[in-house]
């Protein structure tokens, strides 16, 4: 993998920055910037034409006022999806952005991007495909591009198919500390993505010397994420804008 020097923060905005506007939107992107952040996670899927939007879950229901899948909808039908009234009615104008947009508005802002990918139905390969082909339409000059994937055929593919962006291997709160060593070794990538709950002083000590970053999510309370930066952890995502 080519070396990229990152300049990462201590804080990640998470889905933009999720508390303070409905996760995943322009306004969740705007408020990390708003609050002084200077990177943000973002979660990346496909619509049923192959268009990369954000999207974290698999389905509308949760996040928006439409039913079903995700890849059962078409881009036209998702831009018209309310994806703000349920988080509060002043958003009631939020739309799912597609990633043309999102990165748009990233580099106005001069925001550094962490673009979580999340493939469905196997289609890795196209969503890897259809977010290069994005970034490389678009003239960006927002500082960093970050890669990451809790799916591992993907990361392997980014790491050879996209290996001009640093990568971030994102572990499932499900694998053991041998397996997370074992892949971190396998895998070209930058930095190693933990959630909370897997975080060890030992983990940290070993993922340093591989010489992998050690990020951890999802961390919204100021004191735990101050006591994870002093065990050596390089930077948390927060659905607030803590200050580190
Ligand atoms: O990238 C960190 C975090 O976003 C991974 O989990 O489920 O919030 O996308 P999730
Ligand atoms: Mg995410």
């Known amino acids: 993998m080519k070396t990229i020097p990152l300049k990462l923060p201590k804080v990640i905005g998470h889905r933009g920055l999720a508390k303070f506007a409905p996760e995943n939107t322009i306004d969740s992107i705007r408020k990390a910037h708003e609050h002084h952040l200077s990177w943000v996670e973002v979660d990346v899927m496909l619509s049923r034409d192959n268009i990369p939007v954000l999207l974290h879950d698999e389905t509308l229901d949760r996040t928006t006022n439409a039913k079903g899948l995700l890849t059962d909808h078409d881009l036209q039908h998702l831009l018209s999806v309310d994806a703000g009234s349920w988080f509060h009615p002043d958003f009631k104008n939020a739309s799912i952005p597609t990633?043309?947009?999102?990165?748009?508005?990233?580099?106005?802002?001069?925001?550094?991007?962490?673009?979580?990918?999340?493939?469905?139905?196997?289609?890795?390969?196209?969503?890897?495909?259809?977010?290069?082909?994005?970034?490389?339409?678009?003239?960006?000059?927002?500082?960093?591009?970050?890669?990451?994937?809790?799916?591992?055929?993907?990361?392997?593919?980014?790491?050879?198919?996209a290996s001009n962006f640093p990568l971030a291997y994102l572990v499932d709160d499900k694998d053991n500390e041998a397996s997370i060593i074992q892949f971190a070794k396998e895998i070209s990538c930058y930095s190693v993505h933990l959630p909370i709950e897997l975080v060890s002083p030992a983990l940290i000590q070993q993922l340093h010397t591989l010489g992998k970053k050690v990020l951890v999510f999802t961390v919204n309370e100021q004191l735990q994420a101050e006591q994870l930066i002093a065990q050596g952890v390089d930077a948390v995502f927060s659905d607030y804008p803590l200050v580190l």
Not at 124 to 153: A, G
């Open 99 to 161: 990633l043309h947009e999102a990165l748009t508005v990233c580099d106005k802002l001069n925001l550094s991007i962490n673009l979580e990918l999340k493939p469905s139905h196997h289609n890795e390969e196209r969503l890897l495909l259809e977010t290069l082909d994005c970034i490389h339409k678009l003239e960006l000059h927002c500082p960093h591009i970050l890669f990451s994937s809790f799916n591992k055929s993907l990361l392997k593919l980014c790491a050879t198919t």
